[in-house]
T-cell receptor
Framework: DQQVKQNSPSLSVQEGRISILNCDYT??????FLWYKKYPAEGPTFLIS?????DKNEDGRFTVFLNKSAKHLSLHIVPSQPGDSAVYFC??????????FGAGTRLFVKA | NAGVTQTPKFQVLKTGQSMTLQCAQD?????MYWYRQDPGMGLRLIYY???????DKGEVPNGYNVSRLNKREFSLRLESAAPSQTSVYFC?????????????FGNGTRLTVT
């Protein structure tokens, strides 16, 4: 059973508009959430994170929102740029050393 | 600064052959991880090493063994490769021991088992 779910395999957005990537989780013991970005033939790279004690974290064009009651988080990219086209992975961590990843969402930003 | 280095980048094996995937990090990180990435499945944890001298199973450890050779190096071994092990393998390391510390990934090894 997947503990971290990204239900949209892909998303297409026009350049300059907002991209919203969604993620749901089932384990209430998760206390830290991260987003990673992956380009083809490269490893994932860390993008932004949020602790369970917060509901929002912002870094430049990237904002992550956390709704603990709904066990849902989202990544907003504003404005979207063609260089943002990549696969985005949602990840969650709790006690211990493991980080659990979602299946990823492929974002296409059209120029 | 190389970060996390994985070798080889590509490998083709026949069923039943064995091989070792190598990983080294130069960031003085304590914990190291092996993930596999499959279409529609995301990244799944195979094994991890919280510190030098310790290793533990992740979500999908069957068919694999690992060795934490020293603080820098963490290898993944396939003793008898199977087509189900066709995947892209990523090694990662982390500075801290808790999940709030981001993982640093290598660029992956693409393995095909025929």
């Amino acid at each position: 059973d997947q503990q971290v779910k990204q239900n949209s395999p892909s998303l297409s957005v026009q350049e300059g508009r907002i991209s919203i990537l969604n993620c749901d989780y089932t384990n209430s013991m998760f206390d830290y959430f991260l987003w990673y970005k992956k380009y083809p033939a490269e490893g994932p790279t860390f993008l932004i994170s949020i602790s369970s004690i917060k509901d929002k974290n912002e870094d430049g064009r990237f904002t992550v929102f956390l709704n603990k009651s709904a066990k849902h988080l989202s990544l907003h990219i504003v404005p979207s740029q063609p260089g943002d086209s990549a696969v985005y992975f949602c990840a969650a961590s709790g006690e211990g050393f493991k980080t659990i990843f979602g299946a990823g969402t492929r974002l296409f930003v059209k120029a | 600064n190389a970060g996390v280095t994985q070798t080889p980048k590509f490998q083709v094996l026949k069923t039943g052959q064995s091989m070792t995937l190598q990983c080294a990090q130069d960031m003085n990180h304590n914990s190291m991880y092996w993930y596999r990435q499959d279409p529609g499945m995301g990244l799944r944890l195979i094994y991890y090493s919280a510190s030098e001298g310790t290793t533990d199973k992740g979500e999908v450890p069957n068919g694999y063994n690992v060795s934490r050779l020293n603080k820098r190096e963490f290898s993944l071994r396939l003793e008898s490769a199977a087509p189900s092990q066709t995947s892209v393998y990523f090694c990662a390391s982390r500075e801290g021991i808790r999940g709030y510390s981001p993982l640093h990934f290598g660029n992956g090894t693409r393995l095909t088992v025929t």
